[in-house]
């Protein structure tokens, strides 16, 4: 009976000891990498860091995170995890988790703006853009090849296109995110008094995609942007454009 009593105090003092952990200590121990976390405090289970750079693009401030000690019971890890990078900046929130299964994700929130977005995707055509993105994913769960589960959207708030060609309102278009049998499938609505868009984008393994829908431009659309669009594909009965592209990523 000693025994057990004695087997008992030592799990939970060592229960403590593991709950309490100071998350600078186990920051500190961590090898070398290109992430790098500063200003660590509080405990492994619930801290906070000031500044964590997951590589020269992408550095998130004010990352606070608390563990449910409950996904434990289904041998996974779980955290409610947000961050915050200032006033009209990146932020976000939502809770991961990682287990035998693999990666998931529900109740994810990000909002940023079209300078970040630039700068995490960077491209060579010759546009501006303007607007703010947010996410909102309320569920994700990893598959083969890409998903088991994906329910989301992504909205582009008073979109802007700026180019030589002329200047598009696309007032804010939307991305309704979805999974199919391990594909990640998007469908894409846009609406404004100079274009209608309606796209379905479906990626597969090996980054194979496949993209149908049509886009239908207004007479306030610019002339050469209107005639741009001839160039995509052939007008369907409606007037509007037919679009039809597969390939890799």
């Known amino acids: 009976m000693k025994v057990k009593i004695a087997i008992l105090v030592v799990l939970v003092y060592c229960g403590s000891l593991l709950v309490n952990l100071p998350a600078a200590a186990v920051v500190s121990w961590m090898p070398a990498s290109t992430v790098k976390i500063n200003n660590v405090s509080g405990s492994l289970w619930n801290g906070q860091a000031k500044q964590i750079i997951i590589n020269p693009k992408v550095t998130l401030h004010n990352v ?37 299964t693999g990666a998931s994700a529900s109740n ?3 909002d940023l703006t079209s300078a970040e977005l630039l ?22 769960k990893q598959g083969d ?22 200047n598009v309102n696309l007032a804010s278009p939307s991305v309704d ?16 008094e100079q274009l209608n868009t309606n796209l379905d984008i479906n990626l597969g393994e090996g980054g ?8 239908q ?12 669009l001839t160039w995509i594909g052939p007008k369907n009965d409606s007037g509007a454009t037919t679009v039809s592209f597969k390939g890799v990523l």
């Open 64 to 100: 606070q995170w608390n563990v449910q000690l409950k996904a434990l019971l289904n041998l996974a890890i779980g955290a409610d995890v947000s961050f915050y990078n200032g006033p009209n900046k990146m932020s976000g929130k939502g809770f991961v988790q990682y287990g035998l």
């Open 108 to 110: 994810v929130m990000v």
């Open 119 to 140: 700068t995490l995707i960077p491209t060579k055509l010759p546009v501006k853009i303007e607007g703010d993105f947010s996410a909102v994913i309320q569920q994700i």
């Open 145 to 166: 090849p890409y998903c088991e589960q994906l329910q989301g959207r992504v909205v582009w708030h008073n979109a802007f296109v700026y180019s030589q060609m002329g």
């Open 177 to 192: 995110l979805g999974c199919d049998n391990g594909n990640i499938t998007a469908f894409v609505t846009q609406e404004s």
């Open 208 to 215: 194979i995609y496949q993209l149908n829908g049509e886009i």
């Open 217 to 228: 431009g207004t007479d306030k659309l610019p002339p050469s942007i209107a005639q741009s």
